[in-house]
């Protein structure tokens, strides 16, 4: 990582916890916002590759505008449907690097019995949320959210048991980065424990930033990303 994208980071985590200490909620949101468009940028005008990784940064940029208004249960169903999309396309831009991997019978017992712990828990938590919201139509999203996480987490893993290099670390962090920081979110806005605002803002920039060094490492070392295309979409 380079000096400039360290004392960047830094600065924008620094900024975002002072922003949540010192302002009301509202205000605060927008400066994540800031951050994700920040990282746009920096992504289309230095490391631009591949159109799809653009529109994932995209979603993660329309994902945390709707939040401003999270409140508001149209936009927030929309927050989960783009975040789903985005987790799916992260998933789908490495699959094709994972398929010459190899699965045994224990990989696939270990899968199923933490499949079975995690929807147990996704449930807990679908338990917890108000129950005004607890509609149909965000119950699925809220669901599909979870395994949209699980399926992500699982693919990075993967990729990083293949490959073990610094995209593919890159990769996890940028996966338990975003899971990390709905589950913080949630411990926040449902549960009440104000603190993990500040581990939810600090991680989502820190996995968005981390994508930005994933696609930073297809710019300038294509040959060790096994497979990728970068003329494909």
Known sequence: MKLWFSLLMSFLIIAN????????????????????????????FKYFSKYRLLFI??????????????????????????????????ILLVVP???????????????????AIDIYLLNVMAESLPD????????????????????????????LNRYSNKNSFLLVIVAFGCILSDIFFYNSHYLGFYEFYYLDRSINILAVGALVLFSKELVEKPKDLNDFDLKKF
């Open 17 to 44: 916890i002072l922003a949540i200490y010192f302002l009301d909620e509202y205000i605060d949101r927008w400066f994540r916002f800031g951050v994700t468009f920040i990282f746009v940028l920096i992504y289309y």
């Open 57 to 90: 940064f995209l979603l993660f940029a329309l994902c945390d505008g709707f939040l401003v208004y999270y409140e508001i249960p149209e936009i927030k169903n929309s927050i989960y449907l783009v975040r789903i999309l985005a987790y799916l396309l992260l």
């Open 97 to 115: 690097s994972l398929s010459k991997l190899h699965i045994n019978t224990f990989t696939i017992t270990v899968t199923v019995f933490i499949l």
């Open 132 to 159: 005004l919201e607890k509609t149909t139509v965000f119950l699925l999203l809220f669901y599909s959210l979870g395994m949209a996480s699980l399926v992500l987490a699982a693919t990075s893993l993967s990729y």
